[in-house]
């Protein structure tokens, strides 16, 4: 048998048998000095090497692209849950404890305990459903009902943390995001269509405004280059009350995406850069009145009491060909779902 660090027979008398001295008994189970130091060792233990096997999931993770790195976040979690649960049982078998006696009292407990915590049940669940179906995952930008917007960036046992674009931390109980609606913005590296609104006078060139707005769009740094499924276009969408509604629709890149309302600020931005440069009235609220009868007269008569000519009606010119982006946008063909992976065999 290995000696002792301490010889015993230099430690006073009181001291000699502390780690045997029995503090509780327990059915068969006995707790000692000793058995209790041991089992508080290994917990103690048991959370640092959880901590030290996160920070190093977290480096490798630091290092890899947004496609593989969901996946090893979900190792990371499966790893420290892992090492947890071994080390409680462990630090309770070292504590001296007959786990196998408490059969009957953790059955009953267990119970108790369901109707008591089956909220954090239901939620250590549900988050172990986010993890695996992988509908949800770190780094994607989503959007709830409640409209809550932010990048997940953590999904624990009982709830998931997003960011927002202020920097806020909001938490997310984990059943709300299997049980409600949830827009993933990003849902497998994916941009999405941006619909960014401004109008303009009536009788202003139709075309002159798309190309200069056009122009503008692309000159924003992170928009995307034009393909044959995502265009950047401008739209006419409606006639308003003071002039002709437009939407310019545009597809940013990935990073940009995340940040919708400094997005939408930028393109705004440079919309009205567009318009005031190239000379477009943006209309601004007003009332036109309209004289019906003046002095018992109307129409020419009212016009020659005062002694005014009506004004000649200038000759109407045949309007140039115009680009309708929207219909273009119509005829796009609709991209086929992403075929699904065939079963691999046993």
Known sequence: MAQDVIPRDILPKELQNLDSFQLISLNKSHITVGS?????????????????????FRRWRSRLDDQNAPSVYIFEKLVSYGIIIVGLTMGLTALGLNLSSFTLFAGALGVGLGFGLQGLVKEFMSGLVILFDRMIRIGEYVELQSGQRGIIQEISPRATRIRNNDDVDVLIPNSQLIEGVVANWT????????????????????????????????????????????????????????????????????????????????????????????????????????????FGEEGKAALTTLNLKPAKPAPVAEAPASHNDAADDVLLPIEAPEPTPPLSKS
């Open 187 to 294: 849902l497998r590296g994916k941009t999405r269509r941006f619909h960014i609104p401004f109008t303009v006078a009536y009788g202003t060139d139709k075309a002159a405004v798309r190309d200069a707005v056009l122009k503008a769009a692309h000159e924003v740094s992170f928009t995307q280059p034009d393909n044959d499924r995502q265009k950047t276009q401008v739209w006419l969408v409606g006639f308003g009350d003071h002039g002709l509604k437009f939407e310019l629709v545009v597809w940013p890149n990935l990073e940009a995406v995340k940040r919708p309302n400094a997005l939408h600020a930028a393109y705004t931005w440079a919309i009205e850069d567009a318009l005031r440069a190239g000379g477009f009235e943006i209309p601004l609220q007003q009332i036109d009145l309209r004289l019906r009868a003046l």
């Open 36 to 56: 209790l130091i041991t089992g508080v060792i290994i917990v103690i233990l048991t959370f640092v090497l959880a901590r030290l096997a996160v920070a190093a």
